[in-house]
């Protein structure tokens, strides 16, 4: 059984920045490729950054050059730094599985997700 716990979402302004965190309960954690999702209001959820199981991370455009994932195996946990914070990454977060080279797939386990609101 699959268990992932997001945490680390809230409130800041323009220009801000967050670190989410997921813990993340399944057997061979280092064997995934993880990515962190995004669900703004109103709109469907899409991935925004992904992290393989050798390291190399991927990213959306829209967040590119402001977000870091990253991951630790030997804790099982998926990271999201993001910085420079806009409006419109308001949304609720949530880590899973993901694949880059797919990236409207989407996996069937999920967390409560965390939600980030940035706003003045």
């Known amino acids: 059984q699959v268990q992932l716990v997001e945490s680390g979402g809230g409130l800041v302004q323009p220009g801000g920045s967050l670190r989410l965190s997921c813990a993340v309960s399944?057997?061979?954690?280092?064997?995934?490729?993880m990515g962190w999702y995004r669900q703004a209001p109103g709109k469907e959820r899409e991935l925004v950054a992904s992290v393989t199981a050798g390291g190399s991370s991927y990213y959306a455009d829209s967040v590119q050059g402001r977000f870091t994932i990253s991951r630790d195996n030997a804790k099982s946990a998926v990271y999201l730094q993001m910085n420079n914070l806009k409006p419109e990454d308001t949304g609720v977060y949530y880590c899973?599985?993901?694949?880059?080279?797919?990236?409207?797939?989407?996996?069937?386990?999920w967390g409560q997700g965390t939600q980030v609101t940035v706003s003045s």
């Open positions: 399944v057997s061979s954690f280092r064997h995934y490729e």
């Open positions: 899973s599985f993901a694949n880059h080279l797919a990236t409207t797939w989407m996996p069937g386990s």
